[in-house]
């Protein structure tokens, strides 16, 4: 089975200064990883996905991801966060090949100080 | 439509009743999910459709819980018998086709609170 650890449930930063939210995952098999971002009472929004290549990945709205295979990591960074990045961020893999399910983290509340 | 459609938005419900969630995929999207969201906690996979066909049930916590997608278009989450542990946010997705590489667009969800 897949499993996913975000390592810091809570992570205060001042606007404007630089963000990492750490994701580590564990499968037997390869996997493809998502970043997600949720707002109040919103679903979720696809922030970047790894599925081949280069292992630094660039999203939206400024972010991305380095994948790391021998740590097994995922880790989402910003150079420099606004007040409007404020949100849950949730980290998320998905089998190659077998059950089409994603498999989330318990997400990492970003809270941003002026 | 231009996204993924949940309603209702907020349903509250007695222990004991009945509910069902509607969600509308974006169209032409042929795989539908759906998760369960406990407050503070990320998602988890309940019921996935390819098409009509419910390929993967394996979420789904009870015999309470069913789900159907009679067209292959709209989908409906139905609850029996309602319990306070189902009181979560149901949230649906879609994607355009049955591959794990597809991104799964997910709609603003059903928070459901069971009194």
């Known amino acids: 089975a897949q499993s996913v650890t975000q390592l810091d449930s809570q992570v205060p930063v001042f606007e404007e200064a630089p963000v990492e939210l750490r994701c580590n995952y564990s499968?037997?098999?390869?996997?493809?990883l998502f970043w997600y971002v949720q707002y109040p009472n919103q679903g979720l929004q696809l922030l970047l996905k790894?599925?081949?290549?280069?292992?630094l990945v660039k999203g939206i709205n400024g972010f991305e991801a380095e994948f790391n295979k021998s740590q097994t990591s995922f880790h989402l960074r910003k150079p420099s966060v606004h007040i409007s990045d404020t949100a849950e961020y949730f980290c998320a893999v998905i089998l190659i090949q077998g059950a089409q399910k994603l498999v989330f983290g318990q997400g990492t509340r970003l809270t941003i100080n002026p | 439509g231009a996204g993924v459609s949940q309603s209702p938005r907020y349903k509250v419900a007695k222990r004991g009743q009945d509910v069902a969630l509607r969600c509308d995929p974006i169209s032409g999207h042929v795989s539908l999910f759906w998760y369960q969201q406990a407050l503070g906690q990320g998602p988890e996979f309940l019921t996935y459709f390819q098409n009509e066909a419910q390929l993967d049930k394996s979420g789904l916590p009870s015999d309470r819980f069913f789900a159907e997608r009679p067209e292959g278009s709209v989908s409906t989450l139905k609850i029996q018998r309602t319990q306070q542990e189902d009181s979560a946010v149901y949230l649906c997705?879609?994607?355009?086709?049955?591959?794990?590489?597809?991104?799964?667009?997910f709609g603003d969800g059903t928070r459901l609170s069971i009194l």
């Open positions: 790894y599925l081949s290549g280069s292992t």
């Open positions: 997705a879609s994607s355009l086709q049955g591959s794990s590489n597809q991104p799964q667009h």
């Open positions: 499968s037997s098999v390869s996997v493809y």
